[in-house]
């Protein structure tokens, strides 16, 4: 299968080179609004680069969009017009009206879109939701959910990535909807400005909290910060009737105990997304391949990207009118 790849910045050359490895992918080309990056990129992977992203959209069987957010919305429409089979990283747009736009044009048209929400195919994450649908988890009481950067971003990129939780919250958001096969009825979010003053300038925090209460009453636990002196440090721990577990404490999780005798922090611990969730993108990247070739169907749809982007609207919200907030305000 011949793969146009739309983007070359981080993701983009993360997910060229991964491609370049992909089961079924016979040839992958680039294509980059910044041409000389994308031919950098294509040479220093052996691959094609186009002359412009149309052009590489045309060539191909199927598309892979790895470009700025605010491109997203846009190329979506332009790759499943020319009848593409089209995998997106998160998010569709920042705003629900062009999110609703692309959704209600998808279904409409058929098309056949997969939204990239990498948790979906960790073992962890995987493992979780089976222990909850085999009911071993029983019923569930609480799950706490922790995303800590090791980094704050750069800052031209704080005003345009939605803020804290549509930016790196959402990903959580997807990911107690995958696991519980549950609905958030209600969310209550607050946050602050505490280690970087950069992002009280663009409106933004650089450290989130959120209770979530999903529709069967269990409550789910958000904290979010982007910073961690340590690593890269994503965690979901569930407790419930039947069984309590944890995903992302392994080896390599940027945290120590104080008990003695207890863990201490790793000598190699994550230092970033890519190295958490290699395994991961891989895997998305190799299912989306069985989805273009019409094997199985998408198993990240548009519509999830848009509830967990309903949701993350509902925690700014709630931040900024210091309420809680149901679900079926955020329409």
């Given at each position: 299968?011949?793969?146009?790849?739309?983007?070359?910045?981080?993701?983009?050359?993360?997910?060229?080179?991964?491609?370049?490895?992909?089961?079924?992918?016979?040839?992958?080309?680039?294509?980059?609004?910044?041409?000389?990056?994308?031919a950098?990129?294509?040479?220093?992977?052996?691959?094609?680069?186009?002359?412009?992203?149309?052009?590489?959209?045309?060539?191909?069987?199927?598309v892979?969009?790895?470009?700025?957010?605010?491109?997203?919305?846009?190329?979506?429409?332009?790759?499943?017009?020319?009848?593409?089979?089209?995998?997106?990283?998160?998010?569709?747009?920042?705003?629900?009206?062009?999110?609703?736009?692309?959704?209600?044009?998808?279904?409409?048209?058929?098309?056949?879109?997969?939204?990239?929400?990498?948790?979906?195919?960790?073992?962890?994450?995987?493992?979780?939701?089976?222990?909850?649908?085999?009911?071993?988890?029983g019923?569930?009481?609480?799950?706490?959910?922790?995303?800590?950067?090791?980094?704050?971003?750069?800052?031209?990129?704080?005003?345009?990535s939605?803020?804290?939780?549509?930016?790196?919250?959402?990903?959580?958001?997807?990911?107690?909807?995958?696991?519980?096969?549950?609905?958030?009825?209600?969310?209550?979010?607050?946050?602050?400005?505490?280690?970087?003053?950069?992002?009280?300038?663009?409106?933004?925090?650089?450290?989130?909290v959120?209770?979530?209460?999903?529709?069967?009453?269990?409550?789910?636990?958000?904290?979010?910060?982007?910073?961690?002196?340590?690593?890269?440090?994503?965690?979901?721990?569930?407790?419930?009737?039947?069984?309590?577990?944890?995903?992302?404490?392994?080896?390599?999780?940027?945290?120590?105990?104080?008990?003695?005798?207890?863990?201490?922090?790793?000598?190699?611990?994550?230092?970033?997304f890519?190295?958490?969730?290699?395994?991961?993108?891989?895997?998305?990247?190799?299912?989306?391949?069985?989805?273009?070739?019409?094997?199985?169907?998408?198993?990240?749809?548009?519509?999830?990207?848009l509830?967990?982007?309903?949701?993350?609207?509902?925690?700014?919200?709630?931040?900024?009118?210091?309420?809680?907030?149901?679900?079926?305000?955020?329409?």
């Amino acid at each position: 299968m011949h793969l146009a790849l739309i983007g070359t910045g981080r993701i983009g050359r993360y997910h060229a080179a991964l491609l370049t490895s992909t089961p079924g992918v016979t040839a992958i080309t680039v294509a980059d609004v910044d041409q000389p990056r994308a031919a950098a990129v294509a040479a220093d992977l052996g691959i094609e680069a186009a002359a412009s992203v149309t052009a590489a959209i045309t060539a191909a069987d199927a598309v892979v969009i790895a470009a700025a957010t605010d491109a997203h919305a846009d190329l979506i429409m332009e790759s499943t017009a020319a009848g593409k089979p089209t995998f997106c990283e998160k998010p569709i747009a920042l705003d629900l009206a062009s999110t609703r736009t692309v959704v209600d044009h998808v279904t409409a048209t058929g098309a056949t879109v997969h939204m990239g929400f990498q948790r979906r195919f960790d073992p962890g994450y995987r493992a979780a939701r089976q222990l909850v649908a085999t009911g071993e988890l029983g019923t569930i009481y609480v799950i706490r959910m922790v995303g800590h950067d090791p980094q704050p971003p750069h800052e031209a990129y704080i005003p345009v990535s939605g803020g804290l939780f549509r930016d790196f919250g959402v990903h959580d958001f997807d990911a107690i909807r995958y696991v519980t096969g549950d609905e958030v009825v209600e969310v209550y979010a607050d946050g602050a400005v505490l280690g970087f003053p950069v992002f009280a300038t663009y409106g933004d925090i650089d450290t989130g909290v959120a209770i979530l209460t999903l529709g069967s009453g269990a409550r789910a636990l958000l904290s979010s910060t982007r910073h961690n002196p340590h690593g890269y440090d994503i965690r979901m721990e569930l407790f419930g009737s039947g069984d309590s577990a944890v995903v992302g404490w392994d080896e390599r999780t940027p945290l120590r105990s104080l008990e003695p005798g207890g863990p201490q922090l790793p000598a190699d611990p994550y230092p970033d997304f890519q190295a958490r969730f290699r395994t991961a993108y891989q895997r998305e990247l190799a299912a989306f391949v069985e989805v273009a070739a019409g094997d199985r169907p998408s198993p990240c749809t548009v519509v999830d990207a848009l509830e967990a982007l309903r949701i993350a609207v509902a925690c700014d919200r709630s931040r900024a009118e210091h309420r809680p907030v149901r679900l079926e305000e955020v329409a």
